[in-house]
């Protein structure tokens, strides 16, 4: 397993500026009034701001920067008047990549940020823009009317899928859109996919905490579907077998993603067993066991072991330092918008899944 211990170099990990939001707020509601989402007015500032997921402040400064732009004008009292025409839908559209979340930019964890930024410079450097949708609508269960409704009003030359569900990969494969998921594919679907290699990352997680001598180790996980989850669980176990020798406990704990979620899973651990490893997918989540288990007199890492499977800056502030695993977002963007432009430009045929490694970060969470 090549798994780096990674170099003390967290420039690429610099907590973005404010006027970044309002800037990509600018950029979404540029790109609407070319391609004709609106005509003659812009719509009011709530219905605005619920499109665009962003609060009046974020979106009244986006407001004033495009007035300068002169693409459109204000006045009290009146709605906001559009003073550019919209281009012909095709040809607005034929260098723009968008990209479909279920949470807005600002509601994103800083790594999705960091790359999702990342993804944007890179596509500009190739004469493409990226335009960020939020859109919750598509991620129920049923999410077909939603986004049919969507690739009518859309025609990006690729779509970037964050966090998609099995059933929106299905949608783009049956209609063989250019496509990428910006995480784990659903196996059986013909689409291409960029994400951290989750299966190796906890088989190597696993081993590791099975090699620092915890005899009862387990993955906590939301019960998501998210293929990457789904990885996550089998390179767990696949670890366990691997490595594993002796007497141990293993288990996988599924949760409902929230904090009393978290919470119920380690009381289902504790306080009845010891030298106890725990992997935590999620960096919120991680926080959350490290809390509890300090608050419940749990000795880390000489009681209880904890490695989180995901990262964020905030883990520098945090004393112990965690265990983790980090991701190169500029190496994550950089495959994302190489795979977006191919299927664009037809190149890519068949699936194909692009796996990035990450870098273990060894922190003071386990022995």
């Given amino acids: 397993m090549n798994i780096n211990q990674p170099t003390d170099d967290y420039s690429l990990f610099v907590m973005p500026q404010r006027k970044l939001l309002v800037v990509q707020t600018a950029d979404c509601v540029r790109a609407a009034i070319k391609n004709g989402e609106w005509k003659d007015f812009l719509p009011g500032e709530i219905d605005l701001c619920a499109y665009l997921g962003v609060s009046r402040t974020t979106l009244r400064s986006a407001i004033k920067q495009l007035e300068r732009e002169g693409v459109i004008s204000s006045s ?56 960020f949708l939020a859109r919750p609508s598509c991620y129920h ?14 025609h990006p030359i690729a779509w ?39 299966r190796a990352l906890c088989l190597h997680a696993a081993g590791l905490l099975l090699a620092r001598g915890y005899e009862n180790i387990y993955l906590i996980i939301p019960s998501s579907g998210l293929a990457g989850d789904i990885e996550s669980e089998h390179g767990f176990l696949d670890g366990v077998e691997k490595y594993g020798k002796g007497k141990f406990n293993v288990d996988v704990l599924r949760h409902n993603g929230m904090l009393d979620g978290v919470v119920n899973c380690l009381e289902k651990i504790f306080p009845s067993q010891t030298s106890v490893g725990l992997l935590v997918a999620n960096q919120y989540h991680s926080l ?30 945090v004393i112990p330092k965690m265990t983790r695993y980090m991701v190169n977002p500029t190496l994550f963007a950089d495959k994302i918008a190489r795979m977006a432009l191919k299927c664009a430009s037809g190149e890519l045929i068949s699936s194909r899944d692009c796996r990035v490694m990450p870098k273990l970060i060894q922190g003071h969470t386990i022995k």
Wanted: glycine residues 2%; contains cysteine; aromatic residues 8%.
């Fill in 160 to 198: 970037v899928l964050y966090r998609s569900t099995a059933k929106m990969q299905q949608w783009f494969s049956e209609r063989k859109l250019a496509c990428v998921i910006a995480g784990s594919r659903h196996i059986e679907l013909e689409l291409v996919s960029v994400d951290i290699d989750y």
């Fill in 141 to 154: 269960q049923q999410p077909e009317t939603f986004l049919n409704e969507l690739s009518h009003r859309h």
């Fill in 288 to 317: 959350t066991a490290l809390c509890w288990l300090m608050q419940n007199k749990l000795r880390v890492p000489s009681e209880v072991g904890i490695i989180s499977r995901d990262n964020d800056v905030f883990y520098d502030y």
């Fill in 76 to 131: 009290q009292g009146r709605r906001r008047r559009i003073l550019v025409q919209a281009k012909n839908k095709l040809h607005s559209s034929n260098k723009t990549v968008i990209l479909l979340s279920p949470v807005p930019l600002h509601q994103a964890p800083q790594q999705a940020i960091y790359w999702i930024d990342e993804l944007r410079e890179h596509l500009r450097k190739a004469g493409f823009r990226l335009e």
